[in-house]
Every structure is written in C-alpha cells, then in structure tokens.
C-alpha cells in the first residue's frame, strides 16, 4: 500500500491537483488563515523579542506553543508597556491566524497575530486552574499519591524549596520540634518563574530516584496565584501524580490552593505543617510513649510471676494450715469432750447416786417386809393371845361383867355394892341392875 | 498461638515502626486483660520487649542531629564516583 503511493521518478504525486506557484499558494493560504475564527488565548510569555513595528512572543503552557506577534500600536493601545509583556507573565490575548508569505527576499511568517493583549487576571487563571483539575481528577491523577504508604518515621526526606527562603527556615524548625534528627536531602529550585515548574519536577524526579528519600517535601511561602503558578503547571503535577514517593505540597498560604496540592499525598497550610505530616510520628513523644510501653511490659511480666508465685506460696502453705485448722478443732472437740464427760460424770454420779437411793430404799423396804412378816406373825400370835385373854372371850364362856355406870368395870362386890346402878354384860348384851344386898365372901 | 507460631512471630523483625507499634499495643491490650495465661504472658513479654528494643533503635536512627545534604553535591558525588569507577 505505502509503496504503491511512492511517485515515480520525474513526477510527484500525479494524482493530486496542481502544481501550483508557491507565491500564489501562500497567497491563498494567508488568505485562508485570516478567515478562521478570532478567538482568545491564555499562556505564559516567552521569548519576547521586538523589530521597529511589532513585538514577537510565543505563549506557551504545559501542552504547547503558538508563536505571536503583536503590533507596538497594538500593543500601546492596550497600556502594555515592554515591562509588562516579559517572559513568565501570564497573559491573555485575543487575535486569530495569520501568515505573512514572504517575498523575493524575504522569509514566509505564521504566527498568531494579537490585537489585544491583557495581564491574565486571577479569574482568567482560576478558571483554567479549574479546568485543569476537572481534567485531572477525571484521569484518576488524585488519587495516585494519596493510595502510597508514608512512613510513620522516614530516615531520609527530601524537600524541594528555594534556597533562600522563609519556607526553608520554617520547614527546618517544624522537623526539630517534633525531634526528628534524621537526613534531610535538599533539592532546592526556583518557585516563580517559567523555569520553575521544569526544575521542580527534575529535583522531585531525583529524589524520589534515591532510595533513601521516604517522602519528599515541596514548598514555598505564599503569593498571588500567579506567583504560585509554576505549581499548578499541569506536565509538573502529572509528574508528581505518578511519583512512587509521597509528595507533601505546602505552597502558599492557607487560603491558597495550587494543582500540585490536588495531586500530592498530602497538601499542608503550611512548612510547619508540612514537617508534621513528613514525619507523622512526635518522636519526643514516642519516645516517652515507648518507656511507658517498656514499664508495663516489665510490670506485667514481673506481676505475672508474682502473683503466681505468692499463690503457689499460699498453696504450699495450705496443707500446714488445713492441719493447724485440723488440731484446732481437734482441741476444740478434745475440749468439749472433756467437759462433756466431766458433766456426764457428775449426772452419772447422781444417777447412780439415785439408783443406789432406790436400790437402798428397795432393800430396805424388802427388809421392812420381811420384818413386818414376823411382826404380823407375832402381832398376830399376840392377837391371838389376847383374844384369848378377852373379857368378850370369857364372857362367851357364860362369865359376866360388872361395869358401873360410866361403864368402867365393877371388880369387886364392894364396888358394885356401892354403885348405885350397876350393868352387866353377858357376850350377846347388857342389862341393868340395882345392886341389892352385897353378901360377903 | 501455637508454639511454633509463637516462636515465628516473637523471632520476626517488623515490617516497619508503625507495625512494631501496633503490635506493642495489642500486646498491652491483652496484658492488661489479665486474660493471658503465665506461659503466653511471659512469651507476650519477651515479644514486647523485642518489639521496645526494635522501636527505640528505629528512634535513635533518627535522634542523632539532623544532618542536612544538598541533591547537587549528591549528584556530583555519583558522578565523581562513576568517573573514577
């Protein structure tokens, strides 16, 4: 195919129109070039250069160039003085196409011819700061630092600034309050003007090459945002976004806000905060941290072991003490044994002391029983010998007796005789009589 | 933890202070739960000292003044040193 298109020799691509005469072509083409479409362009100025009639620039920003050329009336009319219109300034300009074809003698020109030209405020900048970072967050370019590991405490840390410069002083001093002694790598570049951003992005590329730089430091003192511009200079953040090193951005003020602290790890008000989030680690503090971690571990080792040997301890007493516990209620029952039984001993002397009384008092009424027996026998023989003797006894065998009146017996005549009444008791009654004569014996 | 583990795991240098760190802190956490037997506690102990010494070594690397270098003059160094190599 590529072959086939090759002309032969002696003739040149037969198959497309012409040839024309070069002047006329030119002619056509600056004829055609001013028909496109005027419209405005916002870049940073290099190269300037003048002739007698018009000035000669080239706009450029991170993804190309147009060459420009201004007329000085042109350029007058805008209030532009030389000052103004130097290299690094951002600028806007608003012309269209043009080409100049030449002559005889003199050289053919294209360029962007400017009609107008204006200091690019911070609303032109801003928007095409905004522009730039929609762009950017789309490809993902946001996120790349923000996914890298950054080291509690980096040995080595490389910091991008200008030499001379508050932000250098104010970095050093936020390092040594938080303790860190460790190797700082300076890499240190221009921060405003159109060589800024390129050797920016070469210190960063060189150091995060060294593999003993574990998070880079970037970092200048505040300014207008068009003082800050080289760090939101898009082929410088693209190169920070696919570093493999954090990046810590503190450009500016507070209140500022560059591309490069989109892309970065981390994006810091300030050089102290930025030695902060270098160094995440207090190491003042960690180091008081980690005594206090060697105490406990010292006190919970030492613990462990004392604990447990003062339990074995009181394990190992445990036996002597369950015998001590032992022989004490031992004595205690020994004790109330002993009182026990000297009570029991005294109530058993009693008792027996009781059932010797009864025993006694059985014997002797079984002794008094037997007594009674012979008494009853000889009471009984005396009964007998005594009825024997009874005057109802001799009565019965037909002998009476004599009884006064009161009934007390009469024994002799003498006295029955004096008795006035006498009675007379036979065995089966008594009668009464009067005494008559009393005859003498 | 079984003993081989054990052994493994108190043997192992940390990938990095940050590990140590929060390995030293879990180690704490379950010393003072007053869960760990004397054999885990005693091995816990010998680890966390292990991991003290690690940390404090990690410190000191960087206690020692901080000592400033240029990116230029490390430059001419590795070029000086390639020449002459």
């Given at each position: 195919m590529e072959e086939s298109r090759i002309a032969p020799p002696g003739r040149v691509a037969p198959d497309l129109p012409g040839p024309f005469p070069v002047g006329t072509y030119a002619r056509k083409l600056q004829g055609w070039m001013r028909e496109r479409a005027r419209v405005q362009l916002i870049g940073e100025v290099t190269g300037v250069g003048r002739s007698k009639v018009q000035a000669y620039f080239e706009l450029r920003d991170g993804e190309g160039a147009v060459p420009c050329a201004i007329w000085l009336n042109d350029l007058e009319k805008a209030g532009l003085e030389g000052a103004h219109l130097r290299d690094g300034a951002e600028v806007v300009i608003s012309g269209g196409l043009d080409y100049y074809p030449g002559g005889g003698q003199a050289s053919p020109n294209f360029c962007f011819r400017a009609t107008h030209v204006r200091l690019a405020g911070e609303g032109d900048l801003i928007a095409r700061l905004e522009a730039l970072r929609k762009q950017m967050r789309a490809e993902g370019l946001f996120e790349l630092q923000k996914q890298l590991h950054r080291p509690a405490l980096p040995r080595a840390i490389g910091v991008v600034t200008a030499e001379r410069g508050a932000a250098r002083r104010d970095l050093l001093a936020g390092l040594e309050r938080r303790g860190w002694g460790g190797s700082l790598i300076w890499g240190f570049a221009p921060v405003q003007d159109r060589h800024a951003a390129p050797a920016i992005g070469r210190a960063l590329q060189d150091l995060a090459a060294r593999p003993e730089v574990e998070a880079i430091v970037v970092t200048r003192g505040g300014g207008s945002l068009a003082d800050l511009w080289a760090f939101c200079d898009e082929t410088l953040c693209r190169t920070v976004a696919m570093l493999r090193v954090p990046v810590i951005s503190a450009v500016g003020h507070e209140r500022d806000s560059t591309l490069i602290d989109d892309v970065a790890a981390v994006a810091c008000s300030t050089p102290t905060h930025a030695a902060e989030a270098a160094v995440p680690l207090d190491c003042l503090a960690a180091r008081e941290s980690l005594e206090r971690c060697a105490l406990a571990l010292r006190r919970a080792g030492e613990g462990a072991i004392g604990t447990r040997s003062r339990h074995l301890g009181a394990l190992a007493r445990g036996p002597a003490r369950a015998l001590q516990r032992e022989r004490s209620k031992l004595n205690q029952k020994i004790r109330e044994i002993r009182a026990a039984s000297e009570r029991g001993l005294a109530d058993r002397a009693a008792s027996q002391r009781r059932i010797g009384t009864l025993v006694l008092e059985r014997a002797r009424r079984r002794a008094a029983g037997a007594d009674m027996e012979k008494r009853r026998d000889a009471l009984h023989r005396a009964a007998v010998a005594l009825r024997a003797h009874e005057p109802e006894r001799t009565l019965e065998r037909g002998y009476a007796l004599v009884e006064g009146d009161?009934?007390?017996?009469?024994?002799?005549a003498a006295e029955a005789g004096a008795a006035e009444r006498i009675s007379l008791r036979f065995s089966d009654g008594r009668i009464r009589a009067r005494p008559e004569q009393r005859d003498e014996a | 933890m079984g003993e081989s583990e054990r052994d493994q795991s108190s043997a192992t240098k940390p990938d990095s202070y940050e590990a140590a760190v929060e390995r030293l802190e879990e180690i704490i956490d379950r010393l003072d739960?007053?869960?760990?037997?004397l054999r885990e506690t005693l091995d816990l102990c010998k680890e966390g000292k292990e991991l003290v010494t690690y940390c404090a070594g990690e410190l000191d690397e960087v206690g020692e003044g901080l000592k400033e270098l240029r990116l230029d003059d490390l430059a001419t160094k590795l070029d000086t040193a390639s020449e002459v190599g």
């Open positions: 009161g009934g007390e017996p009469l024994t002799s | 739960s007053g869960q760990a037997g």
